[in-house]
């Protein structure tokens, strides 16, 4: 069963709802999970945040559920709803509950799937792709797609690893996550992606640590101008072997040894804004 609203009473947002019991409740928390998610078409989101950056983008909320509380404060935000019959109020208790955070701001709101950006849609032969192989931290993920997003990435391909459309991932993203085409695949799926990419003419860059063997440079040294896809590791064991060997050029951020690795999003912030940096003068040295 979806999570779409029953008809609201008089009163905007009809009847606060005041049992975590209420289908329309239970419909949200099963949101949480992967396979609700996939089994009603939506997503979970979390804060006048989130909503903002929603309707922003023109999405349309299938459902948005908030507190007395929330809703008073809220009037101005209230008016670019695109469908107030979409709106319900519940309990700060059961708002709680249909939520993941563990203080909720007073509002969440589910989104149908299909009408994030289509991964296939658009210019067949993008120009700056980020492929990620396995990661598994959410807050991770989502800093990294809210990086790409600004550094004018078209394409994220992810083998496995943390689901882009959890809440938590969705928050990290600061909603970028909504904006950018996403595709997950398996391993083997990415590395056929990507030799058909490099087959095209795409440069495949592997992100390195330091002290990685072979022909690896410092980064400011690549054309990032060329059309790109920055390959990034996951945080444990990196990227796999097939995925280096795959590449055709291979970058490093040099730093003290005192550490192993940067943190794998916060490598991604030099990377991936190398390449804006580069288009607007700053040429490679
Ligand atoms: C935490 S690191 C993984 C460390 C792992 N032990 C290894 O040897 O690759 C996660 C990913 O972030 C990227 N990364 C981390 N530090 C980097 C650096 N100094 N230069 C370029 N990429 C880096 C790489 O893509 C790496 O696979």
Known sequence: MG?????????????TIRSVRNPLIQAVRRLHR???????????????HLLEEALGLGLRPDLVLATPDWLERQCALLERLPDAGRLRTASPEVLAAAA?????????????????????AGDASPGFVLALDRLQDPGNLGTLLRTALAAGVERVWLAE??????????RASSGAALALPIERMTSAE?????????GCGLQLVAAMVPEAAGTV?????????????????????????ELVQLADRWVTIPHSPAV??????????????ERPRQAHGGTAS
């Open 34 to 48: 992967s396979n609700g998610r996939l089994e009603q078409g939506l997503l979970l989101l979390e804060g006048t």
């Open 161 to 170: 690893g943390a689901d882009p459309l959890q809440p938590k991932v969705l």
């Open 3 to 15: 999570v779409s609203p029953e008809p609201p009473g008089q009163s905007l947002g009809g009847e």
């Open 217 to 241: 440079r410092p980064y400011w040294e690549l054309d990032w101008c060329r059309p790109t896809a920055l390959l990034l590791g996951n945080e444990g064991a990196g990227l796999a072997p």
């Open 190 to 198: 990415l590395h056929t992606r990507l030799a058909k990419a490099k």
């Open 100 to 120: 993941t955070t563990r203080h909720p701001d007073g509002v969440l709101l589910t989104l149908a799937m299909a009408q994030l950006p289509s991964p296939t």
């Open 260 to 273: 192993e690795s940067l943190n794998v999003a916060a490598a991604a912030a030099l990377l991936l804004l």
